[in-house]
């Protein structure tokens, strides 16, 4: 009898461990915006990026198709810092563009030289620093990011 109430009390304490939510090394869940987003390899398809016109509509400015540029722009936005659970309520982007069917948002912060990101349909916002934004800008535009303060 003492056997089975211990085999009972395992396999409770083995099934609780196993519906825990899993957690990196860091304390963090791995469902964060850069495991569920660039956590995958690129499907091929082109990077289409659009800019907002004086109009508010948005053009065609690039077309990324380079494999190396692909794994950099994804690499650098994988490692922004991303804030979970943001609802924003600012002007529209400067530009869009999608990435394995994740639309990506992206501003350029007119007071200093950073970007900032989120992507539809999750409740997010990323951060680059200026190192990232620029490597990121001129990934997505061909252009260099203009610094405000030059």
Same mark, same amino acid.
Request: glycine fraction near 8%; proline fraction near 3%.
């Given at each position: 009898?003492? !056997?089975?109430?211990?085999?009972?009390?395992?396999?409770?304490?083995?099934?609780? =461990?196993? @519906?825990?939510?899993?957690?990196?090394? $860091?304390?963090?869940?791995? &469902? @964060? %915006?850069?495991?569920?987003?660039?956590?995958?390899?690129? &499907?091929? *398809?082109?990077?289409?990026?659009?800019? #907002?016109?004086? $109009?508010?509509?948005?053009? %065609?400015?690039?077309?990324?198709? &380079?494999?190396?540029?692909?794994?950099?722009?994804?690499? %650098?936005?994988?490692?922004?810092? /991303?804030?979970? *659970?943001?609802?924003?309520?600012?002007?529209?982007?400067?530009?869009?563009?999608? /990435?394995?069917?994740?639309?990506?948002?992206? /501003?350029? $912060?007119?007071?200093?030289? #950073?970007?900032?990101?989120?992507?539809? =349909?999750?409740?997010?916002?990323?951060?680059?620093?200026? &190192?990232?934004? %620029?490597?990121?800008?001129?990934?997505?535009? !061909?252009?260099?990011?203009?610094?405000?303060?030059?």
């Amino acid at each position: 009898m003492k !056997g089975l109430i211990i085999l009972f009390a395992v396999m409770g304490l083995v099934l609780v =461990g196993c @519906s825990q939510d899993a957690v990196n090394s $860091n304390g963090k869940k791995d &469902d @964060s %915006t850069k495991q569920q987003v660039y956590g995958n390899s690129w &499907d091929g *398809n082109p990077i289409i990026v659009k800019q #907002r016109n004086h $109009n508010g509509d948005y053009e %065609t400015v690039n077309e990324i198709t &380079d494999i190396d540029e692909v794994d950099e722009l994804i690499r %650098t936005l994988g490692n922004a810092d /991303w804030q979970e *659970n943001v609802k924003m309520d600012i002007r529209p982007p400067d530009y869009r563009f999608s /990435w394995n069917s994740y639309k990506h948002d992206v /501003w350029i $912060n007119k007071n200093n030289d #950073r970007l900032g990101l989120s992507i539809e =349909g999750q409740s997010n916002y990323g951060s680059l620093s200026a &190192d990232s934004s %620029t490597i990121v800008f001129e990934i997505i535009t !061909g252009e260099k990011l203009k610094n405000p303060r030059n």
